[in-house]
C-alpha cells in the first residue's frame, strides 16, 4: 500500500503540472490573439478613411460670406490623427476686408478642426497691391521651405529661411510673421534688406 501511494504522488504532481500548463498556455494563446486584434484595429484606424483627387473647399465666415478656398491636386483624411494631407496645396483668401492672398506648397497638413494649414516644400506666397497709399501696400511675394498658416485670422508664421519681396526692396530672414489683416510682416534673426536707388527727379 505505501509503495503504491508513493507512486501515486509524483503521478499527482504531473497532473497538476499539467493542468497549470494547459490553463498558461490558454491564457497566453488568448493574450496573443487580443495583441494581434488590437493591432490590426490600430493599423486599420491609421488608414486614410477617404481620399479626394482635385478637391476645393470654400470656408464660409461665420456671418455666412466666404473666406478663402483650400484646394489642390490630392487630400487624404485620416481620422485616427483628426488631420488631412494635401498634394499641391493652394489657398487663395477671399476676405473684401483685406487684400487677397494666395498660398502654395508641394504639400501640406491641416489640422486643429481645419483652422492650421503647414505647408511644405517650395512654398509661395503672393499678394497684390491694395491699391492705398504707403508702402504697406505694395506688392508682397515671399518664398520659403516651410510655412504655417492660420486662414481664419489671417496670419502666418515660420521659423525657416525667408526671402520677401515688398515692391522693388527684397529681404532676407530667419524666420518671420505676417498678418494679412493689419499688413504687417517681421522677419526674424539676421537678416538683409536692398533697397533699390531712388529714381533722379
Keep these: 500500500m505505501r509503495k503504491r501511494t508513493a507512486h501515486r504522488w509524483p503521478l499527482t504532481w504531473m497532473v497538476v503540472l499539467g493542468v ?3 490553463v498558461g498556455t490558454g ?21 486614410p478613411d477617404y481620399i479626394i483627387d482635385r478637391f476645393s473647399v470654400v470656408r464660409m465666415t461665420k456671418d455666412g460670406k466666404p473666406a478663402y ?3 489642390g491636386d490630392k487630400l487624404t483624411h485620416l481620422p485616427a490623427e483628426e488631420a488631412s494631407d494635401i498634394v499641391k496645396p493652394y489657398i487663395n483668401t477671399l476676405s473684401a476686408e483685406h487684400p487677397p492672398m494666395t ?3 508641394d504639400t501640406a497638413r491641416v489640422d486643429q478642426d481645419n ?26 511675394s515671399l518664398t520659403t521651405s516651410t510655412l504655417t498658416v492660420f486662414p481664419d485670422e489671417q496670419r502666418m508664421e515660420t521659423a525657416a529661411p525667408v526671402e520677401l519681396h515688398l515692391g522693388n526692396t527684397v529681404a532676407t530672414g530667419v524666420g518671420m510673421t505676417a498678418n494679412n489683416a493689419t499688413l504687417q510682416t517681421q522677419l526674424g534673426g539676421r537678416g538683409k534688406i536692398t533697397v533699390p536707388p531712388r529714381a533722379a527727379r
Design 27 to 47: 491564457w497566453m494563446v488568448q493574450l496573443i490573439n487580443e495583441s494581434n486584434q488590437d493591432t490590426a484595429q490600430d493599423k486599420f484606424r491609421n488608414e
Design 103 to 105: 498660398v502654395r506648397g
Design 69 to 71: 478656398i483650400l484646394s
Design 115 to 140: 483652422s492650421r494649414v503647414k505647408l511644405n516644400g517650395n512654398v509661395s506666397v503672393v499678394r497684390p497691391a491694395s491699391g492705398k497709399s504707403g508702402a504697406a501696400s505694395q506688392a508682397m
Design 20 to 22: 497549470f500548463v494547459a
